[in-house]
């Protein structure tokens, strides 16, 4: 029987490689702004209320990160029963498309109960901030995270399951999963640039953007419709493989003892320690210890996102060139480097120098894009070359179990470093005009709750305003020292994850094992050459698209002044997103009206030979998102 090719078009590869696209966003939105809106206790509030719910602490700070730490690691424990359970199931339906199914609306359900702090909600109006209230919530929360953690992780288990199946070969892989890295990386750019855009816009709390951005999840049923498996395909999925019952140990001994794939689980938690950590303080860092305003921080973080697109097609050059080791080996210098600018531009060390702040940061940003895309096509692409290999040569499916074994270490490892670690060092507080350092959590000794840095202030007998986060001073020192230490552990993988490679170390595992066929395998790869499309998909998905998005919102915005080009404000819109440097034009444009009103309200506006050099330095995309948000901050000063 010839073998059932679920993506057999490419246009198919990349709407199956968005499959994840709307939970990894909000899983990501979570990660970036939950446990913060729930204790605010980092966050700069008079600058940025809609990063909070409120201004309450709605949880018990000195019990729920070790609750919430114990959920995170749970959501990784459970990763191997339920990889187990998607690489043995046996349906009509097929393999991976029921757990999808199944797991699809509790994951939707619990997701959105989490954003709901029930306690104060609606148990205890009278005292939404005591103890009772905060003990209920935490006990809430934990229990919806838990349901939600594990319909999330089952869902994307199965997707990710399947990719050994659904691709055609390593090159194949390759393209979906940097497919699945660019989609990551928009959703990393509309979490970190573009939702900081939506509060100032909408005046909108992050629960509610939450709450209604959930819709997005339906992107996780694609695979319900494009993966060809089951009765109605004639169960492709058993298709050569083994009837032979492998042991759910046996399946986790052969996972790990894999060195090839092992010293990668290496590498890659000393990465996830530091990255976690960063992502869940990042938020904080930018609100709370730089002091940014949201447009601000939609600046730093377009000039983070928008090149990695351009980055992951230069991370696949030299790969192909140095070999998978080198590259990502630059790019745990890079953000190792790159992380240190959130201290350097801190108001704590700047004392608030906003020029200084700026640059520091944009070159941060930077910098830091190279590793970006490298994060997020590392953990998907290791693994599926690995399991693909080992089903092609040991006619067994065990690919769901390499991913469960990522998910389960990184997942302890991000709890220990988002949770036990970043929760407790965020309510540490320091002063440059007092010594030492001290405990805060908004309760007084008489159990009045008050201000967070309001109480720090109290112990350390400070004016306010000299009164800082330690914590957020801290991630950035303990995020460069793991990159460091990672890029270390690196030199102990291979210097590429070749078909032959991995088929040699499992060689090495059951020496009787013929791997004819990888050697094979690796011949046919060589011979290939980079494909068009790959390179045009790498634009059109690109990780600035919120850019699009963006000058939609100022066209908009210069249509309702009645400025010149209010009657061309689509078209205008369209052949900025599509022309290269037709955005020059525009910005022109938008510029010449924009001055003349500055000029009305002797208001300083940004020198437009800075717009257009911005606009021929970088066409990361016809729309360039940096002279965008350089634009955005003059509307707004002529506005104010």
Same mark, same amino acid.
């Given at each position: 029987?010839?073998?059932?090719?679920? %993506?057999?078009?490419?246009?198919?590869? *990349? !709407? /199956? $490689?968005?499959?994840? +696209?709307?939970?990894?966003? #909000?899983?990501?939105?979570?990660?970036?702004?939950?446990?913060?809106?729930?204790?605010?206790?980092?966050?700069?509030?008079?600058?940025?209320?809609?990063?909070?719910?409120?201004?309450?602490?709605?949880?018990?700070?000195?019990?729920?990160?070790?609750?919430?730490?114990?959920?995170?690691?749970?959501?990784?424990?459970?990763?191997?029963?339920?990889?187990?359970?998607?690489?043995?199931?046996?349906?009509?339906?097929?393999?991976?498309?029921?757990?999808?199914?199944?797991?699809?609306?509790?994951?939707?359900?619990?997701?959105?109960?989490?954003?709901?702090?029930?306690?104060?909600?609606?148990?205890?109006?009278?005292?939404?901030?005591?103890?009772?209230?905060? %003990?209920?919530?935490?006990?809430?929360? *934990? !229990? /919806? $995270?838990?349901?939600? +953690?594990?319909?999330?992780? #089952?869902?994307?288990?199965?997707?990710?399951?399947?990719?050994?199946?659904?691709?055609?070969?390593?090159?194949?892989?390759?393209?979906?999963?940097?497919?699945?890295?660019?989609?990551?990386?928009?959703?990393?750019?509309?979490?970190?640039?573009?939702?900081?855009?939506?509060?100032?816009?909408?005046?909108?709390?992050?629960?509610?953007?939450?709450?209604?951005?959930?819709?997005?999840?339906?992107?996780?049923?694609?695979?319900?419709?494009?993966?060809?498996?089951?009765?109605?395909?004639?169960?492709?999925?058993?298709?050569?493989?083994?009837?032979?019952?492998?042991?759910?140990?046996?399946?986790?001994?052969?996972?790990?003892?894999?060195?090839?794939?092992?010293?990668?689980?290496?590498?890659?938690?000393?990465? /996830?320690?530091?990255?976690?950590?960063?992502?869940?303080? #990042?938020?904080?860092?930018?609100?709370?210890?730089?002091?940014?305003?949201?447009?601000?921080?939609?600046?730093?973080?377009?000039?983070?996102?928008?090149?990695?697109?351009?980055?992951?097609?230069?991370?696949?050059?030299?790969?192909?060139?140095?070999?998978?080791?080198?590259?990502?080996?630059?790019?745990?210098?890079?953000?190792?480097?790159?992380?240190?600018?959130?201290?350097?531009?801190?108001?704590?060390?700047?004392?608030?120098?906003?020029?200084?702040?700026?640059?520091?940061?944009?070159?941060?940003?930077?910098?830091?894009?190279?590793?970006?895309?490298?994060?997020?096509?590392?953990?998907?692409?290791?693994?599926?070359?690995?399991?693909?290999?080992?089903?092609?040569?040991?006619?067994?499916?065990?690919?769901?179990?390499?991913?469960?074994?990522?998910?389960?270490?990184?997942?302890?490892?991000?709890?220990?470093?988002?949770?036990?670690?970043?929760?407790?060092?965020?309510?540490?507080?320091?002063?440059?005009?007092?010594?030492?350092?001290?405990?805060?959590?908004?309760?007084?000794?008489?159990?009045?709750?008050?201000?967070?840095?309001?109480?720090?202030?109290?112990?350390?007998?400070?004016?306010?305003?000299?009164?800082?986060?330690?914590?957020?001073?801290?991630?950035?020192?303990?995020?460069?020292?793991?990159?460091?230490?990672?890029?270390?552990?690196?030199?102990?993988?291979?210097?590429?994850?070749?078909?032959?490679?991995?088929?040699?170390?499992?060689?090495?595992?059951?020496?009787?094992?013929?791997?004819?066929?990888?050697?094979?395998?690796?011949?046919?790869?060589?011979?290939?050459?980079?494909?068009?499309?790959?390179?045009?998909?790498?634009?059109?998905?690109?990780?600035?698209?919120?850019?699009?998005?963006?000058?939609?919102?100022?066209?908009?915005?210069?249509?309702?002044?009645?400025?010149?080009?209010?009657?061309?404000?689509?078209?205008?819109?369209?052949?900025?997103?599509?022309?290269?440097?037709?955005?020059?034009?525009?910005?022109?444009?938008?510029?010449?009206?924009?001055?003349?009103?500055?000029?009305?309200?002797?208001?300083?506006?940004?020198?437009?030979?800075?717009?257009?050099?911005?606009?021929?330095?970088?066409?990361?995309?016809?729309?360039?998102?940096?002279?965008?948000?350089?634009?955005?901050?003059?509307?707004?000063?002529?506005?104010?």
């Amino acid at each position: 029987m010839s073998k059932v090719k679920s %993506l057999d078009k490419k246009w198919k590869e *990349v !709407v /199956f $490689a968005a499959s994840g +696209f709307g939970p990894n966003l #909000m899983m990501i939105l979570m990660g970036a702004y939950f446990t913060d809106a729930i204790n605010p206790a980092g966050l700069n509030l008079a600058d940025n209320p809609y990063h909070a719910i409120s201004t309450i602490c709605y949880i018990l700070p000195a019990i729920f990160p070790i609750l919430w730490a114990i959920s995170k690691a749970f959501d990784g424990i459970i990763d191997i029963p339920f990889a187990k359970l998607t690489d043995s199931l046996n349906t009509k339906w097929g393999r991976r498309r029921p757990p999808i199914l199944i797991c699809f609306i509790p994951m939707v359900i619990s997701y959105i109960l989490c954003w709901i702090p029930f306690g104060s909600y609606v148990v205890f109006k009278a005292d939404p901030a005591g103890h009772s209230a905060q %003990l209920f919530n935490t006990i809430w929360i *934990v !229990v /919806f $995270a838990l349901i939600f +953690f594990s319909t999330y992780t #089952m869902c994307l288990i199965a997707f990710y399951g399947s990719l050994s199946t659904v691709c055609d070969g390593e090159k194949q892989r390759l393209r979906v999963s940097s497919y699945k890295a660019t989609f990551d990386t928009i959703t990393y750019a509309i979490v970190y640039a573009l939702v900081p855009l939506i509060f100032a816009l909408t005046k909108q709390h992050v629960d509610k953007i939450a709450i209604f951005g959930s819709v997005l999840m339906l992107t996780m049923l694609i695979p319900l419709f494009m993966i060809k498996e089951g009765e109605k395909y004639g169960y492709p999925e058993k298709d050569g493989l083994s009837e032979e019952h492998v042991s759910i140990i046996q399946s986790i001994k052969t996972t790990f003892g894999n060195k090839v794939f092992s010293s990668w689980l290496v590498v890659n938690c000393t990465a /996830f320690f530091g990255l976690q950590m960063f992502l869940v303080s #990042m938020n904080a860092l930018l609100s709370g210890s730089m002091e940014f305003n949201n447009l601000e921080i939609a600046l730093v973080e377009t000039c983070a996102f928008a090149p990695v697109p351009m980055m992951l097609y230069l991370f696949n050059k030299v790969k192909q060139r140095k070999g998978v080791r080198f590259t990502y080996q630059t790019c745990l210098i890079a953000f190792a480097i790159a992380i240190l600018s959130f201290d350097i531009a801190s108001v704590y060390v700047s004392g608030g120098n906003k020029p200084f702040q700026m640059t520091v940061s944009i070159v941060g940003a930077l910098i830091g894009s190279w590793e970006i895309g490298a994060f997020f096509m590392m953990p998907l692409m290791v693994p599926a070359q690995v399991s693909s290999v080992e089903e092609k040569l040991t006619k067994r499916n065990n690919s769901a179990m390499y991913f469960a074994a990522q998910a389960v270490t990184t997942s302890v490892i991000g709890a220990i470093a988002s949770s036990l670690v970043y929760e407790n060092i965020k309510m540490l507080f320091i002063s440059k005009e007092a010594g030492g350092i001290v405990w805060a959590d908004g309760t007084t000794e008489n159990g009045v709750f008050i201000g967070i840095k309001e109480e720090a202030a109290l112990l350390l007998n400070s004016n306010i305003d000299n009164v800082y986060n330690f914590g957020t001073l801290l991630v950035p020192i303990i995020v460069s020292v793991m990159c460091l230490f990672g890029f270390i552990m690196a030199f102990r993988m291979p210097k590429d994850f070749t078909p032959e490679l991995v088929a040699k170390e499992l060689k090495r595992q059951n020496p009787n094992l013929d791997i004819s066929a990888a050697v094979t395998e690796e011949a046919d790869i060589a011979k290939e050459k980079d494909v068009t499309f790959v390179n045009v998909a790498y634009w059109i998905l690109s990780g600035s698209i919120f850019g699009f998005i963006w000058s939609a919102f100022q066209l908009r915005s210069f249509k309702n002044k009645n400025t010149l080009i209010a009657n061309s404000t689509p078209l205008t819109w369209m052949l900025s997103a599509i022309i290269p440097f037709f955005s020059i034009f525009t910005f022109k444009k938008l510029y010449g009206n924009l001055k003349k009103q500055a000029e009305e309200k002797n208001v300083k506006i940004t020198d437009v030979r800075v717009l257009m050099v911005l606009s021929v330095i970088f066409p990361i995309l016809p729309v360039n998102v940096i002279s965008l948000a350089l634009l955005q901050r003059d509307m707004n000063k002529v506005d104010a």
